[in-house]
Nanobody, 125 residues
Framework: QVQLAESGGGLVQAGGSLRLSCAAS?????????MGWYRQAPGKQRELVAA???????NYADSAKGRFTISKDNAKNTVYLDMNSLKPEDTAVYYC??????????????????WGQGTQVTVSS
């Protein structure tokens, strides 16, 4: 089974920084196509913050451009989100997401989107 383990959330003052980490684990992982971060604030829909592909292409929400940086460590199957100049409106639960190819019985391959359990980021004004 594939699992995503998130860490790094917390409480920070406006203007501060946080680093989120998400590690994918599972003994049947063939390839990680994309890894990224979404967030969901109270009363709002979940939205993409940033994502990185297996080819290291990146995609950022407009609200994240210039302040957040997504990166990955392929050897560790880990994605990072460095968040700088945090604002109160960045307060949300941040979820790691990964599209992963796995191999099952008889060599069958599957591509599945996985989600982490979420980590709270709170930015005080």
């Amino acid at each position: 089974q594939v699992q995503l383990a998130e860490s790094g959330g917390g409480l920070v003052q406006a203007g501060g920084s946080l680093r989120l980490s998400c590690a994918a684990s599972g003994n049947n992982i063939l390839k990680i196509n994309t890894m990224g971060w979404y967030r969901q604030a109270p009363g709002k829909q979940r939205e993409l913050v940033a994502a990185v592909t297996s080819g290291s292409g990146t995609n950022y929400a407009d609200s994240a451009k210039g302040r957040f940086t997504i990166s990955k460590d392929n050897a560790k199957n880990t994605v990072y989100l460095d968040m700088n100049s945090l604002k109160p409106e960045d307060t949300a639960v941040y979820y790691c997401n990964a599209e992963i190819q796995t191999i099952g019985r008889a060599g069958l391959r599957f591509t599945t989107a996985y989600w982490g359990q979420g980590t709270q980021v709170t930015v005080s004004s």
